[in-house]
């Protein structure tokens, strides 16, 4: 679901962060932008307590909680994980930090097989913004 930020997710507005390039926020263990993320990835497009995952963007390799942070920040238009690397880090669980494949990601049944965080089942309807079909 679409929101403003600080609408709903279980972030703290204090805790929110708008990084550009060239600079990445430095709360997590990938390389990661966009616009107001809390600290566990809910950002000013989507802030759900379920949204909780962001995907690595294979133009820039740099991981985005959603594609209109990427539309938003990045200079250049945005790639899809190609199928070839399905099997490469390409989502991350905002929730525990784990690096997912996207085949681990697809499999997963909406949770983190990680942490057990439950991830927004909705983002497969965007599923096409990000992979790859």
């Known amino acids: 679901m679409d929101r403003e930020a600080g609408d709903g997710g279980q972030g703290d507005d204090g805790d929110r962060r708008t990084t550009p390039p060239p600079e990445t926020d430095d709360r997590f263990s990938v390389p990661l932008r ?3 993320v809390d600290r566990e990835t809910r950002c000013a497009h989507y802030d759900d307590p ?3 995952i962001a995907f690595r963007f294979p133009c820039c390799g740099t991981y985005y909680p959603c594609f209109s942070c990427h539309e938003e920040l990045a200079d250049h238009d ?3 994980i190609p199928r070839s ?3 490469e880090p390409g989502v991350l669980c905002g929730a525990c930090g784990a ?3 996207v085949e681990a990601y697809l499999a997963c049944d909406e949770a983190c ?3 057990g965080a439950a991830f927004n089942p909705g ?3 965007h599923h096409d913004r990000y992979l790859e079909t």
């Open 34 to 36: 966009g616009v107001a």
């Open 50 to 52: 379920v949204d909780v």
């Open 78 to 80: 945005g790639e899809r």
């Open 85 to 87: 690397a399905f099997g």
């Open 99 to 101: 690096t997912l494949s």
């Open 113 to 115: 097989p990680d942490c």
């Open 123 to 125: 983002c497969r309807r």
